[in-house]
């Protein structure tokens, strides 16, 4: 089983050229990036994470949003490698946005003052666990993805888009689809500057 999942682990990159091409229907994504999130831990088994899953049209309008709120603070003579980048991203066959819930947050902290200061921490844990779970989940399919931080820049015109409720607060997107070209060679640290083993 180990090997299993870490066979996946490995599989699992960032992959920047994506296309909309999927090899399982979108159905299909949808249920996985539902059950990856769903069965991702959390603190206090909070389950704290949110989704806004985008496909089609709904992920075009992402980018362009991002496109027209990254146009207001990039100076005109730099904003065509910025574009580029840009329409790599919307070249994807979809997008899923991850947020957190701030109320279920709160409520952690009025229910365990003890730990109030750890909520928002953990929040931020409960997050990362959801992205990796999404990832790896897309990966065993075939799937590539990568992972972009628009945030604050784009959360106003995402809340006012797709009528997100107040309390979520947005930390990441994913882009994901069929990969056109590979992930480059991955370097690693020395083993020694990262592991201490003690007995």
Known sequence: MSEGFLSIAKQRRTIYA???????????????????????PSAFNSQSSRVLILLGSGHNTFWQLAREQLRKIV?????????????????AAGSVLFFEDQEVVKNLQEQFAAYADNFPVWSEHSTGIAQYAVWLALAEQGIGANLQHYNPLVDADVQRTWNIPASWKLRAHMNFGSITAPAGEKSYIEDDKRFIIAG
């Open 18 to 40: 994506l296309g909309k091409e999927l090899p399982v229907s979108q159905d299909k994504v949808i249920e996985i990036i539902k059950e990856a999130v769903r069965q991702a």
């Open 75 to 91: 100076p005109a003579e730099n904003f065509q490698s910025t574009s580029d980048k840009l329409d790599g991203f919307a070249a």
